[in-house]
T-cell receptor, first 115, second 113 residues
């Protein structure tokens, strides 16, 4: 799986958009970009994923650059409850069994939303 | 609401004890996973299972074994607990393929004394 690079920490004001960057310059054509977050003392929570196109759901938007070497997770109106560690993960997609199932978590970005 | 339930939130065991960590999911997921999480090391995969009675080693399987006799249940076994196995243990499940994310349990914080 491609390695990802994220800033260790970021701050955001409550109510403002939080833009979390991720670099994955060695991503392969069949690798998807996943975002998870982990609120303190809880298990990680799936947020969103994408391959090429930008994606949006009720939690966030995912913007993937045209060359797919980087992406940005956008929380449009951050709240205090969005304070968490955010993980960007790239992984082979599809149903091919074996180690393709596993997710490899890096250190992530600690997002602190301030009042 | 779909769930992955881990049997204990906190557990304290003695060195040398055999420890069972249980995980149950109600989503009929084929895949189940055990991770441990330690400060500065992040989440590391111990074992995973992609079907009943099937298992594969993750990145750090030493000192652990697993059991999956039923689709909904995945057990992590510490054969002889040691202090370096003090950690947060997280169970997750998913269905095959890229479309769906993993669902994690709340974790079991195990302390081995």
């Amino acid at each position: 799986d491609a390695k990802t690079t994220q800033p260790p920490s970021m701050d955001c004001a409550e109510g403002r958009a939080a833009n979390l960057p991720c670099n994955h310059s060695t991503i392969s054509g069949n690798e998807y970009v996943y975002w998870y977050r982990q609120i303190h003392s809880q298990g990680p929570q799936y947020i969103i994923h994408g391959l090429k196109n930008n994606e949006t759901n009720e939690m966030a938007s995912l913007i993937i650059t045209e060359d797919r070497k980087s992406s940005t997770l956008i929380l449009p109106h951050a709240t205090l409850r969005d304070t968490a560690v955010y993980y960007c993960i790239v992984r082979v997609g599809g149903y091919s069994g074996g180690s393709n199932y596993k997710l490899t978590f890096g250190k992530g970005t600690l997002l602190t939303v301030n009042p | 609401d779909v769930k992955v339930t881990q049997s204990s939130r906190y557990l304290v065991k003695r060195t040398g004890e055999k420890v069972f960590l249980e995980c149950v999911q109600d989503m009929d997921h084929e895949n189940m996973f055990w991770y441990r999480q330690d400060p500065g090391l992040g989440l590391r995969l111990i074992y995973f299972s992609y079907d009943v009675k099937m298992k594969e080693k993750g990145d750090i399987p030493e000192g652990y074994s697993v059991s999956r006799e039923k689709k909904e249940r995945f057990s992590l076994i510490l054969e002889s607990a040691s202090t370096n196995q003090t950690s947060m243990y997280l169970c997750a499940s998913s269905i095959p393929g890229h479309t769906y994310g993993y669902t994690f349990g709340s974790g079991t914080r195990l302390t081995v004394v």
